[in-house]
């Protein structure tokens, strides 16, 4: 593992990037972290994403920042039906009140539906000495002690080799979260271990597809590189797609993202720095909806790309990138496209 270097880097959003993450291999992500939760749950039954009512719920409570929270419903193999709350605190830092907010979570949850929730914490942050599983309190014989299960992602840093053998695609995405925060300070660094990690998502092509796209997104939207090493990595696709026989657009798109992220930093303005990162997000978006559409169906007519060019939506792209891996044909995902929003 790199050890952090003294050259100070750009910060990098991690919470989008999990929460996409969490939808995508929720199985995945219980198997790994949570082992012993994972085999009580009876996954031939599905699971259900309760967000929209986690967030109706929790909205009052005025206790911080939320990172990456999910509310889950899934069956036991004992056959009842619980919630599970997950909360990754993936930019996280030491919060005094943190057990406090967690506690008041599961409580609303509970009052909400009536039965037990599961609160499950993912630290992701680095300080090694934060590590908060308990809210207590004990006022004139009055007591209560809460404990919750909590992952710290620093701990698998001494498990690296056995996440690198793991076929489970969760762990590439904790080997990937970790070296996004051991290279903070060293950029040069960071761009041979995002090299390294996509020549790995790369081969993964071969059995899952869905993988590839969804693992590319998540190494090309954590491991954020300053403009000129942004540039190198974009050119070392290129070539490596090239060499390989993989179909791409043209470097268009990357180099979209690139100008979008180095106009924001260069501008002084808080404003100029927001606009660049949304314009690097939305080439990110659209650029990975297109390269669905050609690997699946190799042509894909101009005139389409510019409707998926001309998009503005971040939502809308997400959405139309779930029809895109599901369309049974180029036909019905452009009869999707010209539907209203």
């Keep these: 593992m790199p050890q952090p270097a003294t050259k100070i880097s750009t910060k990098t959003d991690t919470d989008t990037p999990w929460k996409e993450m969490l939808d995508q291999y929720f199985e995945d992500f219980m198997k790994l972290l949570f082992p012993n939760i994972h085999k009580r749950i009876d996954w031939q039954k599905g699971y259900e994403f309760h967000d929209k009512e986690l967030q109706k719920v929790v909205r009052d409570a005025k206790l911080g920042r939320r990172y990456a929270d999910k509310l ?42 009536g039965q037990p929730v599961i609160s499950l914490v993912v630290l992701g942050d680095s300080n090694k000495d934060w590590y908060p599983s308990r809210y207590s309190f004990n006022v004139m014989g009055c007591r209560l002690a809460f404990d919750f299960p909590v992952v710290k992602l620093l701990d698998y840093q001494d498990q690296w080799e056995k996440l690198e053998k793991s076929r489970n695609p969760f762990a590439l995405v904790v080997r990937i979260h970790l070296i996004g925060l051991n290279t903070r300070r060293s950029m040069e660094q960071r761009l041979q271990w995002k090299i390294s990690f996509y020549k790995e998502i790369y ?44 179909p791409y657009l043209t470097s268009i798109e990357k180099m979209g993202i690139a100008k979008g992220r180095q106009e924001g930093r260069q501008e002084g303005r808080q404003e100029g720095r927001q606009e660049g990162l949304q314009l690097g ?56 496209l010209k539907k209203p929003a």
């Design 281 to 336: 997000t939305l080439q990110t978006s659209r650029r990975n909806l297109m390269e669905v559409l050609q690997a699946r169906f190799k042509r894909v007519p101009r005139t389409l790309m510019g409707q998926i060019q001309a998009i503005e939506e971040p939502s809308l792209l997400s959405k139309l990138l779930k029809d895109a891996v599901l369309t049974d044909s180029l036909q019905a995902f452009e009869r999707v």
């Design 72 to 113: 889950v419903k899934v069956w036991l193999t004992e056959g009842q039906s619980v919630f599970v709350y997950i909360h990754s605190e993936v930019q996280g830092q030491f919060e005094e009140h943190f057990p406090q907010r967690i506690f008041v979570y599961n409580y609303r949850l509970y009052d909400r539906y």
């Design 203 to 246: 081969q993964r092509r071969n059995s899952s597809q869905q993988d590839y796209y969804e693992l590319w997104r998540f190494l090309d939207w954590v491991l954020v590189l300053p403009p000129k090493l942004a540039r190198n990595f974009n050119q070392f696709v290129e070539q490596y797609e090239e060499a390989h026989k993989m």
